[in-house]
C-alpha cells in the first residue's frame, strides 16, 4: 500500500492522485490587493475630483501622491484617468517622478482618499493633492510613462503593484486636452511592510 497524505486540519481529508498520476489540488488566484485589502485593510483608491480643464496649450498638473511612511512600500495597481466630450479628442497624460515644484503642489488642495475595504478605518500613510482647477503645474521631477486617453471616455493603466513608492517617494500626473474637458483620476494602490 502507498503512502497516504492526510490533511492536516484533522478532518480526514486525503490527497488525490489523478490517472496521470498527478496530485490533484484546489486554488483561488486573487490579486495581491483584494489579499491586502481583505486582511489588513491597507489598499486605497486615491482620485482627483472633476476637474475643468480648459488650458489645452499645456499640460495641467491633475494628482500628487507621495508615500511619507518610511517602513511602508506604496504599490500602485491601476490608474484610471477619464474625460468628457461631444466629439473625438484626446488627453496626453506623463506621469512624473519624485516631483516637488509647482502649484499642484504648493497649493496642498487635499485630494480624495479612501480606503478600498469600506469597512476598514485605516488612513491612507501619505500625502495626496489634486488640483483644485484649471492650470495648475508640474514644474519638475523625472518623467517616467506616457499615454493618451481617447475623448470621450477613458483608459486604465495596468501597474500589477510593479510601479513602487517607497517611503518619501512621490508621483505626479499631468494632462493635456485637445479641447475643454472635464476630467479625473483614480489611482488605486496599497501599502505593505517593507
Known amino acids: 500500500m502507498g503512502q497516504e497524505i492526510i490533511d492536516g486540519t484533522g478532518k480526514g481529508y486525503r490527497a488525490r492522485v489523478n490517472s496521470n498520476n498527478r496530485m490533484e489540488t484546489f486554488s483561488i488566484i486573487e490579486n495581491r490587493i483584494a489579499d491586502v485589502s481583505l486582511r489588513d485593510g491597507e489598499s486605497f483608491i486615491v482620485t482627483s475630483d472633476f476637474i475643468s480643464l480648459t488650458t489645452i496649450g499645456s499640460f495641467n498638473g491633475m494628482l500628487y501622491i507621495k508615500n511619507s511612511d518610511p517602513e511602508k512600500l506604496l504599490f500602485i495597481d491601476k490608474v484610471r484617468i477619464c474625460g468628457t466630450g461631444t466629439m473625438m479628442g484626446s488627453i496626453q497624460s506623463k506621469f512624473f517622478k519624485n516631483s516637488t515644484l509647482g502649484t499642484l503642489i504648493s497649493e496642498v488642495n487635499p485630494g480624495i482618499t479612501m480606503a478600498s475595504n469600506l469597512g476598514s478605518n485605516v488612513d491612507f500613510s501619505g500625502e495626496c493633492y489634486a488640483a483644485s482647477g484649471d492650470g495648475k503645474t508640474v514644474t519638475d521631477g523625472d518623467q517616467f510613462s506616457q499615454f493618451t486617453v481617447h475623448l470621450p471616455g477613458h483608459t486604465i493603466q495596468e501597474y ?35
Open 160 to 194: 500589477d503593484g510593479m510601479l513602487i513608492l517607497p517611503g518619501g517617494a512621490s508621483m505626479a500626473i499631468a494632462c493635456k486636452p485637445s479641447y475643454a474637458t472635464e476630467a479625473c483620476i483614480e489611482v488605486q494602490c496599497w501599502f505593505e511592510q517593507k
